[in-house]
């Protein structure tokens, strides 16, 4: 405000500077009167004998005197521009006054919708962080229903704040990362009723960490049925599951793009990633698996660590691709493995690894180095070896006595690059191309 009351003491000062009074335009007036009866008096009383000298005389005044009103109307003219020049400033100086007044409003305005802004963000943020801490106090209620009220109360909150998915799937996989014990089989009747609470609470504890497995899935599923993008789908949030107790779990169709961590993992029951897609690092390391487990169709787009994993049950790798680094060293089959058509793109490591006879590599393709452990029973027969026009296949494959390399005579459309070889069971022998 004080910047604007000086521009206007600033401006009215110019215009007054340029600008004749009221009492000035009165004196000349008067002053010019005077000179007029002055002159009319002093030709009469010198001019006024009619000789011809006299006469022309007159006419010459006369003429001075057209002169002289024509000069005056000049003077008139001039102070009509000057007013009307008075009047064109007046008028830009109020629009000046008005197109700042403007501004000084527009701004203003502006400050007040942003601090309205401001405002409105502040307490939305308060609210959520409030309805965040109270949700999370009921996730870890005592009272099973009051944990279930909790955990669907984040999920709604995750719907509205996006910003919150990344924190409320890494307290999804911290309940699943706390200690749990199975309910076992139902107590008998004639037992203490503390072992009967103890094996109810158990129960409904299982019932909460199935519920917290589901959200956690359905929120990794990015396509609905009609294959567009889900509302729901959580694209951006890291999983971390390790050492997790995970019962029947099934990550079907579900999608990382950030690193996902399941190492120390136990799986109870049948664990199911059909159709997984794991876009960053993914880590099964020293997991246990006590039940079946589908990876068929499952993709894994960077390094994938199997190191030390055991396998109790079945495990079918039917048409998993892994486009990085495969690391199975020291894995543990004691059951059957089926990698029927399974793609490596990168190393896939074998080493010190306990497979079964019934691990199968059948049509299987390494297109990169590839290596198991000497002494094993596994079946790789029609599985196909890039070797990167290498002399001695060799040096791209360490394969298990009984099994050797044979060129690839009829290489699938699928298959780029070459030269190709595929694996057969032989006496051990390595045949070179």
């Known amino acids: 405000?004080?910047?604007?009351?000086?521009?206007?003491?600033?401006?009215?000062?110019?215009?007054?500077?340029?600008?004749?009074s009221n009492r000035t335009v009165a004196a000349y007036a008067t002053g010019l009167l005077a000179l007029a009866v002055g002159l009319a008096w002093f030709l009469l009383a010198e001019f006024a004998t009619g000789s011809e000298i006299d006469k022309a005389r007159i006419d010459v005044v006369r003429t001075v005197g057209s002169i002289v009103l024509g000069a005056g109307g000049g003077v008139a003219l001039l102070l009509a521009a000057r007013r009307q020049q008075?009047?064109?400033?007046?008028?830009?100086?109020?629009?000046?006054?008005?197109?700042?007044?403007?501004?000084?409003?527009?701004?203003?305005?502006?400050?007040?919708?942003?601090?309205?802004?401001?405002?409105?963000?502040d307490a939305t943020e308060r609210r959520i962080t409030e309805l965040f801490d109270k949700a999370v106090d009921k996730l870890g209620a005592d009272n099973a229903a009051v944990r279930f009220g909790g955990l669907y109360a984040l999920e709604r909150l995750a719907g509205h704040a996006i910003n919150q998915q990344h924190a409320i799937a890494h307290v999804l996989c911290a309940y699943l990362r706390m200690p749990y014990s199975d309910p076992g089989e139902p107590p008998a009747d004639d037992v203490d009723e503390s072992q009967k609470v103890l094996f109810q609470r158990r129960r409904e504890e299982r019932e909460v960490r199935l519920a917290v497995q589901r959200v956690l899935a359905e929120h990794l599923r990015p396509e609905e049925q009609d294959g567009r993008i889900s509302a729901g789908f959580w694209p951006a949030v890291t999983i971390d599951l390790t050492g997790a107790t995970l019962l029947d779990f099934d990550w079907t169709g579900c999608r990382t793009?950030?690193?996902?961590?399941?190492?120390?993992?136990?799986?109870?029951?049948?664990?199911?990633?059909?159709?997984?897609?794991?876009?960053?690092?993914?880590?099964?390391?020293?997991?246990?698996?006590?039940?079946?487990?589908?990876?068929?169709?499952?993709?894994?787009?960077?390094?994938?660590?199997?190191?030390?994993?055991?396998?109790?049950?079945?495990?079918?790798?039917?048409?998993?691709?892994?486009?990085?680094?495969?690391?199975?060293?020291?894995?543990?089959?004691?059951h059957a493995a089926w990698f029927h058509g399974t793609t490596f793109g990168e190393q896939a490591m074998f080493v010190q690894s306990s497979l079964t006879e019934d691990t199968f590599f059948n049509e299987a393709t390494f297109a990169d180095f590839v290596a198991f452990p000497r002494q094993s029973a596994v079946d790789l027969d029609g599985a196909r070896i890039l070797v990167n026009n290498s002399r001695n296949p060799r040096t791209r494959a360490r394969l298990p006595v009984g099994w050797a390399l044979e060129p690839l005579t009829h290489v699938p459309e699928d298959l780029d690059g070459g030269p190709w070889f595929v694996v057969r069971h032989t006496s051990g022998t390595v045949q070179i191309a």
């Open 257 to 334: 793009v950030k690193p996902a961590t399941f190492s120390r993992a136990t799986f109870v029951g049948d664990a199911v990633f059909t159709g997984a897609s794991f876009g960053d690092l993914v880590r099964f390391d020293l997991a246990r698996f006590t039940g079946r487990s589908w990876w068929d169709s499952a993709t894994f787009d960077s390094l994938t660590l199997f190191t030390g994993t055991t396998f109790t049950r079945d495990a079918l790798f039917h048409d998993a691709t892994f486009t990085g680094r495969a690391m199975f060293n020291e894995v543990k089959i004691e």
């Open 1 to 20: 405000m004080d910047k604007q009351a000086q521009g206007l003491q600033r401006s009215k000062a110019e215009t007054s500077g340029r600008v004749l």
């Open 86 to 121: 008075t009047a064109e400033q007046d008028l830009a100086h109020r629009r000046r006054v008005q197109q700042h007044a403007e501004r000084v409003a527009a701004d203003t305005q502006d400050l007040q919708q942003q601090i309205a802004r401001d405002n409105v963000a």
